[in-house]
Structures are given as C-alpha cells and as structure tokens.
C-alpha cells in the first residue's frame, strides 16, 4: 500500500491530503496483460454531457465513424457493467463546441453487461492550436468507473501526417492508441478500444478544499487563476472547464501524461497570515521553463 500526505505548515497546524489503495497503475502502464494509458484531458472538457451515443448531427459536414470497444476489469479479462464513459472531439472545421446547449460532439454512454460500449459520430480533424502547432485528429474519452482511477485518454488514427511533429501524439505511450480506421462496406468506418481499468486514489476532500479559489498574480493584478474540486480532485478553470491536476506529493499537483520534457506543476505554500502561494511551473511545446506566482488572500 503507497500512502501519500499534503502536510500544511506545522506551526499553522497539519491538514493531510492522503491517498489510500493497492496502486496498480506505474504512470505508464495498467497492471495485466492489457495495457491501457491516458493522455492529457486536453482544454476542452465539459462534464455533464447528454447520455447519448448518437454524436452525428443532421445537414452538417463529416465522415461518419463508430467507434467502439469493451471496458474491463483490472484483470483485463472480466467485463465491467455500466462504466461511463464520455467522449468529446471537434467538429469537421476543427472547432470544439465549449459553451452550446446542443453540446455538439458530445456524449455520455453506458457499457452493457458484457462491457460493451459504442458511439456513431464523425471522424474529427487535425486544427490548428495556435502557434504553428496542428494538433492531429483525435478523439477525447474520460471512463469512470466505481473503484477505479477514472480513465482521461486520447485516441488518434493511422496514417495522420500530424502525428509525429504532435509531442502527445508521438510519445512511446501513445503508441496503442493510434487505431486502426476500418472502413465497412456501407461507406462509414470503425474503430475499436478497448479499456482495462485500475485502482482509484481516494484524496480526502477537505484537503483539496483549502486550496481552491481564486489566485491574483504577483506581478500582473489583471491575471487570475482560479481552483475548484470536482470529485476530490484540483481543477483550474479554463474557457471550456478545467485543467486537472493530480497530486505527486511535496505540496505539488501535476497536469497528468505530458509527453517526455513538457509539464505543467503547481506548488502550494500555506502562509502564516492565512494566505496560499501557489507557484506555477511549466514546460510547453516551445520546451522553455516558464514560472508564475500567484497569491490567495485569506
């Protein structure tokens, strides 16, 4: 059993940040036979989709695709009933719809009894995300499932030129999900994943509680960032949701799966005036170490 703390500041009294359970994920790999690995959740997630797996949309553009897989056990073999799972992606411009209604390319399902799930919808396109940098086509899929570590991952497709200039698409760990495009004989196409699952982390959620609200940069009042929990876990609010950050210990949260020499590293200093300081560290595409400070005012 690996146990994990946050300890506040001794002299201010400890709050325990704390993580209990059998680890069986090694940041790489799920234990098994099977291998399953995550991605970054991306910028673009938006919980509370509507249950349905039906994505395609009348009198617009794209090519129709289904995609579909079973969710397993941690034993990779046994099927798991009504696992979650929610999946996202652009649209045929390379547009994600982050505040509609419709929630346009967006939808929840159900696995079946024997594990089973499966979505119609399009297949997206690589888009530009700004600075030269064309994300190839991908889906977005998060699974949950009760007793597990919920399941944030991205599926990409054989032959997209992008891949290899995209450092999340071309990391070693992506390498399983680059998926074969089937194409059937009523014109559509198909792909399958398929899911094992591992053991969750449970974080208790006072804990994660001190640290959200909004933080003002030291140096720049007219840039704040704001923290929220969602499910006992650190979010930081974007345009769409969230950014997630998991806890690697010493006071720190990390943006989970970047590719080798990027990441993304918040570090928390509870001060004896009540106040949090959170340090912001990060390695993007352009490989450079960026800091940033920010203060919480109690």
């Known amino acids: 059993m690996q146990r994990r703390t946050f300890i506040k500041n001794s002299a201010l009294g400890a709050v325990a940040l704390s993580a209990y359970g059998f680890i069986q994920f090694d940041g790489s790999n799920y234990i098994g036979d099977c291998e399953t690995t995550t991605d970054i959740l991306g910028p673009f997630y938006r919980p509370g989709s509507p249950v349905k797996n039906n994505l395609a949309l009348k009198d617009e553009p794209g090519n129709p695709i289904e995609l579909s897989g079973i969710i397993r056990h941690k034993d990779c073999k046994t099927p798991y009933q009504k696992a979650k799972i929610e999946l996202w992606h652009c649209d045929a411009k390379g547009v994600y719809d982050n505040s509609s209604a419709e929630f346009k390319y967006r939808g929840t399902t159900w696995s079946d009894d024997n594990g089973n799930y499966s979505f119609n919808t399009i297949l997206p396109v690589a888009y530009d995300a700004g600075g030269g940098h064309v994300r190839p086509a991908h889906f977005h899929l998060m699974i949950t499932a009760e007793g597990y570590q919920p399941l944030v991952t991205q599926l990409y497709f054989t032959g997209d030129t992008h891949i290899k200039k995209d450092r999340y698409a071309s990391s ?31 974080l208790e959620a006072a804990s994660v509680e001190k640290l959200t609200g909004v933080y003002t940069d030291i140096s720049n009042k007219n840039k704040p960032v704001e923290l929220f929990s969602k499910d006992n ?19 720190t949260f990390e943006e989970a799966d970047n590719p080798t020499g990027m990441y993304w590293k918040l570090h928390f200093e509870l001060m004896e005036s009540g106040a949090v300081k959170l340090t912001e560290n990060y390695v993007d595409d352009d490989l450079v170490k960026h800091t940033d400070t920010y203060l919480k005012e109690k």
């Open 233 to 251: 876990v650190l979010w930081m609010k974007n345009e769409a949701f969230g950014n997630k950050f998991e806890y690697t210990g010493n006071n």
């Open 172 to 202: 070693p760990k992506a390498t399983a999900r680059i998926l074969n495009v089937q194409k059937l004989n009523n014109g559509t196409k198909k792909v399958v994943y398929n899911v094992s699952m591992a053991e969750v982390l449970h």
